[in-house]
C-alpha cells in the first residue's frame, strides 16, 4: 500500500497503526509517501508500522525501486 501522512479526516500515521493492530491487515507492505520531510516525521511513519518512507517528490524509479523492495520481502 502507498500511504500518504496527509489524508482527509484520518492522517497515515494513524491509519498505518490501525492497519498494524489488525490482524487481517498486519502483513500489507506499507510505504509511505509524503510531502512531509522532516525527520521526526519519517521517524513516527516508521514507528506506526510504515516498512518505508519517501519523500515527495521522488523520481518515478525510486518509486518502483522502493515497491520492489517491499515486495521482494513478501513470503
Known sequence: MI???ML???DGFELSRRLRSD???RAI??????ARA??????TGLKMGA?????KPAAPD?????VR???????
Open 3 to 5: 500511504l500518504d501522512v
Open 8 to 10: 482527509p479526516g484520518l
Open 23 to 25: 490482524p487481517a491487515t
Open 29 to 34: 507492505r506499507i510505504l509511505m509517501f509524503s
Open 38 to 43: 522532516q525527520d521526526a516525521d519519517r521517524d
Open 51 to 55: 516498512d518505508a518512507y519517501l519523500t
Open 62 to 66: 525510486r518509486i518502483t525501486a522502493s
Open 69 to 75: 523492495e517491499l515486495l521482494a520481502g513478501l513470503p
